[in-house]
């Protein structure tokens, strides 16, 4: 049996080292003692975009990217979707562990009570012009939100920190409906604490005038679709709620920042991109030309909604997304795009160039079809992807405030610029 460390033979100086394997990793500073000399800083790992670096040590999500698997807690991703709820989920990742029925049923009630928004937040929303990106109203809500909760910036005490929870994951559907209802000029509908998460943020979107009737399938299919994205370990927007809340801001300022990393089109935007891409390829017949205009482009045009930094088989959640589809379009209809979607598949997926690098349909490339047959505009969808997405940010942002080795998030650089050179005055140069 061979020993848990890792020998290193420094061909600069014929040093030898030897150091700790913990987890499969060694830690990076155990490399600084690595140098040529006592003016060396020692040695460091250079990895952009943090490909083969484990920033955190984590008990919330993990994924097997080649065998396709993604647990929540230990628990399987087809599980929950079949059988818990959101909420349920989501109480799950924050605490750990499935809650009892007394747990359950408070937790429910502590989120449903914490649904409306200070009336002044309505003021921020309304400063927005009529076609602004919800995204981006979302983004300044939230933010805004940690000036009507001082109290928040106590990161350090958890009863402080679970009321800003409740808060968070309570008001994102309020926010984002009220986002829509500005787009279209329409009043903004107050939530109904009768309703379910999902059902009420259906009302708050769709109610115009007399009662909404939430029609439970597409109820229940929303709240699924929320359940598949509420957390996805350390992807870029939840790298970003850790690296901001490393300084110990408010979670609302830190949640602020993970939305802005989530609307890239190569992150939470992607949902809408492949809508939009969809459109452009316009029909079934056009997609042979568009899948060799991806492979001769030299990924400057991608086919959206394919691939995955972890996955490099199908994206599990993808898979329950496209069979949940069908139930969706038996109530709204069939949406028109879905036949170029399966023939994009289709073809990429027997085609050499995507087989060779393992481009598979990520949880992107159906889901947006499906909020598409449910009337949410398109823009709204990377709002569809934050609102669950929260407590995902929230537990990764807690576990990290607990964590003994963390500290403010401050990365190192290989600097190659110029050496220190004298300032020539302007008339000079
Ligand atoms: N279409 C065509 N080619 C692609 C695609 C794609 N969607 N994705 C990757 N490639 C190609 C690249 O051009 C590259 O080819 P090369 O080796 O000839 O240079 C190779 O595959 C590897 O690609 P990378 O960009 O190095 O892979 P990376 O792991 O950095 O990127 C990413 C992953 C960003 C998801 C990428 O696959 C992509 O841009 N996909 C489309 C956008 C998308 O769907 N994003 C959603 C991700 S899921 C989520 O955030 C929820």
């Keep these: 049996m061979g020993k848990d460390t890792l020998t290193i033979t420094d061909n600069r100086t014929g040093k030898t080292y030897e150091l700790p394997v913990e987890h499969g990793t060694i830690k990076a500073l155990d490399l ?30 993990f994924i097997d990217g080649d065998k396709g698997i993604l647990n929540y807690r230990g628990y399987p991703i087809e599980q929950l979707a079949e059988q818990s709820t959101h909420l349920e989920t989501a109480y799950l990742i924050l605490n750990g562990e499935l809650p009892s029925k007394q747990q359950h049923d408070e937790w429910v009630f502590n989120i449903t009570h914490h649904t409306m928004i ?118 870029c927007s939840t790298s970003a709620m850790r690296g901001v809340g490393s300084s110990e801001t408010d979670p609302y300022s830190a949640t602020a920042a993970a939305i802005a990393a989530l609307y890239g089109p190569l992150h939470g935007g992607a949902n809408e991109a492949v809508l939009r891409m969809l459109d452009e390829i316009g029909s079934k017949d056009k997609v042979p030309a568009f899948i060799k205009e991806c492979k001769e482009s030299g990924g400057d045009v991608r086919l959206m909604g394919f691939g995955h930094r972890v996955y490099k088989n199908y994206d599990p959640r993808a898979k329950i997304i496209k069979k949940m589809a ?71 942002w807690e576990e990290m405030l607990e964590d003994k080795d963390q500290k403010i998030a401050r990365p190192r650089q290989v600097y190659l610029g110029h050496d220190r050179r004298d300032y020539v005055p302007l008339e000079s140069r």
């Design 32 to 61: 600084r003692q690595i140098k040529t000399g006592p003016e060396d800083f020692g040695l460091m790992t250079y990895d952009p975009a943090y490909t083969n670096t484990a920033s955190c040590k984590s008990r919330i999500t």
């Design 118 to 235: 200070h009336e002044n937040i309505k003021d921020v929303l309304d400063g927005f012009r009529y076609d602004a990106h919800p995204m981006g109203m979302m983004l300044a809500a939230v933010g805004a939100l940690s000036t009507f909760y001082p109290e928040a910036k106590q990161v350090r005490d958890k009863a402080v920190r679970r009321d800003q929870v409740f808060r968070l994951i309570a008001k994102m559907p309020t926010i984002a409906a009220f986002a829509y209802r500005h787009a279209m000029g329409l009043p903004y509908a107050y939530p109904d604490n009768d309703l379910s998460y999902c059902g009420n943020f259906l009302q708050m979107m769709f109610k115009t005038a007399g009662r909404y009737k939430v029609d439970p399938v597409l109820e229940r299919a929303l709240d699924v679709l929320f359940i598949l994205h509420a957390d996805h370990e350390q992807n």
């Design 326 to 396: 069908d139930q969706v379009f038996e109530v709204t209809g069939r949406n028109p795009l879905l036949d170029i979607a399966l023939e994009l598949e289709r073809i990429a997926l027997s085609d050499e160039y995507f087989v060779k690098r393992k481009l598979y349909p990520n949880v992107d490339f159906y889901s947006g079809l499906i909020y598409q047959a449910m009337k949410f505009p398109v823009d709204l969808f990377p709002v569809l992807f934050a609102i669950p997405r929260v407590a995902g940010w929230l537990a990764q």
